[in-house]
């Protein structure tokens, strides 16, 4: 299959390019609409970030990279995803890039608040 060939054939270049439309789309008008109603539903409840929140991501990330030969599913997000985690440790504007676009569809993960004695760790 070429298709998948040329996707994982990408330089760091091309990857941050791609990486660069990728988060634009993000930014377009009707796209920060589907989000925002996709978040309004999910209620900061995780089950429902999921349900909601990653099946409209997922789309605006294949309607960029399926143009860069990555298949139109999930499968396709997928291999963008770890082409970019790829480059992340080499190149220091892709990470970062990375990260920006993680947060536009993933919760902040913050650790719930624990009391004293409760964090988890085991004395003897």
Do not use: W
């Not at 990728?22 to 996709?38: D, H, L, T």
């Not at 624990?114 to 988890?120: D, E, I, V, W």
Request: net charge negative; with cysteine; hydrophobic share 45%.
């Amino acid at each position: 299959m070429a298709a998948s060939a040329q996707a994982a054939a990408l330089t760091a270049e091309q990857a941050k390019a791609v990486l660069a439309e990728v988060i634009k789309a993000f930014g377009a008008p009707e796209n920060a609409q589907r989000m925002e109603e996709a978040r309004d539903n999910a209620c900061n409840d995780m089950g429902k970030m999921l349900q909601f929140l990653l099946p409209v991501a997922t789309q605006i990330q294949q309607d960029v990279i399926k143009a860069y030969g990555f298949s139109n599913d999930g499968e396709g997000v997928l291999k963008f995803a770890r082409l970019i985690k790829s480059y992340e440790s080499q190149d220091p504007e892709i990470a970062s890039m990375s990260g920006k676009l993680k947060a536009m569809f993933l919760p902040p993960m913050t650790l719930p608040p624990h009391g004293a004695g409760t964090g988890g760790v085991a004395t003897s």
